[in-house]
Structures are given as C-alpha cells and as structure tokens.
C-alpha cells in the first residue's frame, strides 16, 4: 500500500442552503439544559463565551496526531501573515489530554486521535461548539495519511464518498441496541474545488476518489503483518482488487463517521 494524504470535505450535496444558516444540532434536549459541559475540550457554554472565542471560525480541519495538528495550525499562522509568531499559539484544550485545538484567524485546528470512536466523540462536542458559537458558513476538512489503493506513494486523495467495508457509503451506529444507517456523501462542489486548487501546486499528484473507513489499522484494512491474520496474501490481494473496482483509492478508520455526522 502506499501512504498517500487524505483530503476529506464534509457538507452533503442537498445542504448548499443549509450551510448558509448558522450550524444547526439535531437533539432537543440540548434546549432544556442550562449549561452544555464539552467535557473533552475542557469548555462550557457556562465558564467561556463561546460566539466570542469562535463566532468568526470557517473552516475546520482535524487529523489524528495533536503535534500534526499544532504544525498545520502554525503553518496557518505563517500562511495568513497574523500576528505574533506561530510557536506562541495556545492550546485551547489545555485543560484536558484528549484532543487539542488551535484557533489561527477563521480557522480550527484539531487532533482526534485515531479511529471511529474518538472522532465520534470529538465531532459531537465540535459540531455542539460551533452552534454555541453561532457560527455560520463553516466546511470541515479532514486531513491525514492513509493507505492508498492502486496510487503511487504521495499522492493526494480528495474524497468522494466515505464507504465501508463491503464498499457502501454509509455509516452504521448502535443506538440503544438498534443498528442505524446514515448516509456518508460528500461535497462535489468542494472537492471539485480542491482538486482545481491541487492543478495550481507542483509535486502534489491528486485524484478524486472513493475513501474506505476501516475499524482497524491491521486485518481490517489486510495487513499480513499484525498480532493476529486469518488470511492468505492472495485473499488480501483478491480483496484489494475488488475494492479498486469499487472506485476505494484509499483507506483510514474515521472517514464514514466524519461525513455522516457533518452531513
């Protein structure tokens, strides 16, 4: 496999008004309660203010690693020439150790570890921040390696569809004992965006592609070398093949989870 860069966009194709209105929650009961704790980033709608800390934030991008995720918020600072220098920006989740986040102008910088669960649990606390912060007209992005599917070492994906392991776009959630689905198509606009932003720049070979969201780094995503492997290295490359088909051009574990919930 090789490790190219994924790139992944998040507002779904029937939302182009909805993302001009302030970012929206879907749960009633966030109205009854008289303060929202987001316990994993250390804030409150109580103990901070909120519209003031990141009413003017438009674009968020998370990825895996905090200290990637600290770089990219700095080599933002340098890119929008603000003030200061970048090594001195804070981090915002200092109070706590799961996630850190980096704010530099209108754009968001967090870490959410790695897998379907910790980005899960980043997204409900984010997308409930930005609807505190009564923000509006926000994309979020997802940036990270992955492992590519029939592409040369290096080269950028930007996501079309998140699909899982027998290659549909959705995502499967337990709740309360009942497996729901949800849909995980991404923004044509904004990807077709991307890739035209990819033509300008040199040395960064691009595709557009399907991203499949594993939920492990080694026999879920056909590794031979982990813990555990129940099957044959033809198997791997008979499944790898199929996949091609399928339109994957590469593969990480958080990508179905982040589209579904941004959509």
Do not use: W
Request: with cysteine; glycine share 8%; proline share 3%.
């Amino acid at each position: 496999m090789a490790l190219p860069v994924i790139l992944l966009n998040c507002i779904g194709n029937e939302h182009k008004d909805y993302i001009k209105q302030q970012v929206q929650v879907k749960n009633p009961y966030l109205d009854t309660m008289e303060e929202d704790i987001l316990y994993h980033f250390s804030l409150s709608t109580k103990t901070h203010n909120l519209p003031e800390m990141f009413g003017d934030t438009k674009f968020v991008c998370v990825g895996g690693s905090a200290n990637r995720m600290r770089a990219f918020a700095q080599f933002m600072h340098h890119e929008m020439k603000l003030t200061g220098t970048p090594e001195d920006i804070r981090d915002i989740c200092e109070g706590t150790d799961r996630y850190c986040m980096y704010k530099v102008g209108p754009v968001l910088s967090i870490s959410h570890g790695m897998g379907v669960p910790s980005i899960s649990i980043m997204l409900h606390e984010l997308i409930k921040l930005l609807h505190h912060a009564q923000c509006r007209d926000v994309v979020l992005f997802r940036l990270g390696t992955s492992g590519g599917v029939g592409l040369a070492p290096g080269t950028v994906v930007i996501t079309d569809k998140a699909v899982d392991y027998s290659f549909r776009p959705r995502f499967e959630q337990v709740v309360l004992g009942k497996v729901i689905t949800r849909s995980t198509e991404l923004d044509e606009g904004v990807a077709k965006e991307l890739l035209q932003c990819s033509n300008e720049l040199q040395n960064f070979p691009t595709v557009i592609g399907n991203t499949m969201c594993t939920h492990d780094f080694y026999e879920g995503q056909g590794r031979l070398d982990g813990a555990l492997c129940s099957f044959s290295h033809e198997e791997k490359l008979e499944y790898l093949r199929k996949a091609y088909e399928a339109g994957v051009r590469n593969i990480e574990m958080e990508s179905t989870v982040f589209a579904s919930m941004c959509r």
